[in-house]
Nanobody, 117 residues
Framework: QVQLVESGGGLVQAGGSLRLSCAAS????????MGWYRQAPGNEREFVAY???????RYSDSVRGRFTISRDNAKNTAYLQMNSLKPEDTAVYYC???????????WGQGTQVTVSS
């Protein structure tokens, strides 16, 4: 079992920045995959970015070059640095973790990001 708690969301003007955090309830050395997803009203949840244990990352086309995902194993936390925010980035952002054990996918409760124009 892994509990995930996201934080760092809020209201920001277009062009601004936010950093989201995803704190895990246990060591993330055992978590191979940590990702960020988002869901806007009326839309399906969509992939934003992931980072695997070796440090490799991947981004959706819509955020590449503006967002950066990272993980701090010592703090059991993953981050999403979001720069040059656009109104279309407005959504609830969710953290996902997939342990090496294959015990399943774990999700946080989400944090709201609102970008005003």
């Amino acid at each position: 079992q892994v509990q995930l708690v996201e934080s760092g969301g809020g209201l920001v003007q277009a062009g601004g920045s936010l950093r989201l955090s995803c704190a895990a309830s246990r060591s993330i050395f055992s978590i191979g995959y940590m990702g960020w997803y988002r869901q806007a009203p009326g839309n399906e949840r969509e992939f934003v970015a992931y980072i695997i244990s070796g440090g490799s990352t991947r981004y959706s086309d819509s955020v590449r070059g503006r967002f950066t995902i990272s993980r701090d194993n010592a703090k059991n936390t993953a981050y999403l640095q979001m720069n040059s925010l656009k109104p279309e980035d407005t959504a609830v952002y969710y953290c996902k973790a997939v342990p090496f054990s294959g015990s399943g996918d774990y999700w946080g409760q989400g944090t709201q990001v609102t970008v005003s124009s």
